[in-house]
């Protein structure tokens, strides 16, 4: 009872400081957000939805599409637009719950540029199945800079954290971890993550996930997963959300820290998390808004797990063919060498954990099949803790101390 008691506070806290910070974003300048804005346009950023950085292949596309739709949000929660926005009253409880947008088109870059030029035959969407945490985070960052601007600071941020991380595994655990990390994150193009708000927060959570982890001495992890669930929920539009999960509990098994049932259960806290912040929305928003979310997410829930014209197969294949495996073979061939050299009999147990952590987005993509066939080509960065996880199970079968890249005993 009194696990369930300190799950139940944690989580309240957590649902209380999503509407705060709801609520707080509108104290952000209008007229700066709206400037800013304008500058971004007049910079020619958001200029189109699908945009390739310099290989014209789906891993390399910028989501342009997204970030339009978010910074889109963004302005409907300024005052000058509560004109536009029906059927539903204008109040910033309203706003903050149903996150409208307006539409015109499909192109939401385009959809952008209207509203900018002060487009006024625009229809009101309602995206309020998500928390949209990312859309409050960029009404309070555009009050300062435009999002051109913005990009770089998402870069040097993410640098900087994927440093601190590879620095801190390579202390506490093994040079040997740390290669293995940057690997897997390289794998999936990760500097393509860095540059869009729709895909920073996964990755910032795996970082953060990464090292609250590996700083964390005493106690149960399940607190940790359990927030990070919630805090994948709140900032994520179903990107990448398992890597927030897979990452930082991978890091855990080779850690040392998952060395018994109890510990490795206690990863599952994450499913708790993030599958209550889904609903808590839902239940909010219907009770107390004009508008029945509850309904709107399950319809939407039924429709992305089913298949068209493909096989649920055919939804993880899609993902997997994203991935340049060979590096992720030669990477395993050189870790068998070591382990027939110097092999570690205790790691047998983490490395089955680390293969079964290695599969869950196989899971993941076969149960939310449409979506992950649809949007195979942002979907499949959570194949990161499939690399990684195929890895480190090689690896923990090695005697990392005879090797002498190790920090601590595994085992």
């Not at 800013?36 to 945009?51: C, M, N, P, Q, Y």
């Not at 005493?218 to 990070?228: N, R, W, Y």
């Not at 959300?241 to 890091?251: K, R, S």
Request: with cysteine; glycine share 6%; proline share 3%.
């Amino acid at each position: 009872m009194r696990t369930i008691g300190r799950y139940t506070a944690v989580f309240v806290g957590l649902i209380v400081l999503y509407l705060l910070f709801g609520l707080v974003s509108g104290l952000a300048s209008d007229s700066a957000v709206e400037r800013h804005v304008k500058r971004t346009i007049d910079k020619t950023d958001l200029e189109a939805d699908s945009w390739s950085s310099f290989v014209h292949k789906p891993n390399y596309y910028v989501d342009n599409f997204t970030d339009a739709l978010i910074v889109n949000q963004v302005l409907c929660q300024t005052d000058d637009y509560d004109h536009l926005i029906q059927p539903y009253p204008n109040t910033r409880w309203n706003k903050i719950m149903l996150v409208p947008r307006l539409h015109a088109g499909d192109e939401q870059c385009g959809n952008l540029h209207r509203m900018v030029d002060g487009d006024t035959g625009m229809k009101a969407i309602y995206y309020a199945r998500y928390w949209h945490g990312s859309t409050f985070l960029m009404r309070i960052l555009l009050a300062f800079k435009d999002y051109v601007v913005l990009r770089t600071f998402f870069y040097l941020l993410s640098s900087l954290l994927m440093l601190w991380v590879v620095l801190a595994l390579a202390k506490r655990i093994g040079v040997w971890v740390a290669v293995v990390y940057g690997i897997s994150l390289t794998l999936v193009d990760v500097f393509m993550m860095q540059f869009s708000i729709q895909f920073l927060p996964v990755l910032i959570l795996s970082l953060a996930g990464t090292l609250w982890v590996i700083k964390r001495e005493e106690g149960s992890l399940g607190i940790p997963f359990f927030v990070l669930g919630s805090l994948t929920t709140y900032f994520d539009l179903l990107t990448a959300p398992l890597m927030t999960w897979g990452i930082p509990l991978l890091v855990a098994i080779v850690a040392g820290k998952m060395n018994d049932w109890k510990s490795r259960l206690s990863s599952a806290t994450w499913f708790v998390g993030y599958g209550a912040t889904w609903v808590s929305k839902w239940v909010i928003a219907t009770l107390t808004t004009p508008l029945n979310v509850f309904s709107d997410a399950s319809r939407q829930a039924s429709y992305r797990s089913t298949v068209e014209d493909y096989s649920r197969w055919d939804a993880a294949v899609r993902n997997i063919d994203l991935v340049p495996w060979l590096y992720v073979v030669i990477a395993i061939i050189v870790l068998a060498v070591l382990a027939y050299r110097h092999f570690n009999a205790k790691g047998w147990r983490n490395a089955l954990f680390c293969l079964a952590v290695a599969l869950a987005p196989l899971a993941w993509y076969m149960t939310i099949a449409n979506h992950s066939y649809q949007h195979f080509w942002f979907t499949y960065r959570s194949l990161a803790m499939t690399a990684m996880g195929l890895m480190l199970a090689v690896g923990t079968l090695v005697d990392w101390q005879k090797v002498g890249l190790l920090r601590r005993p595994n085992g």
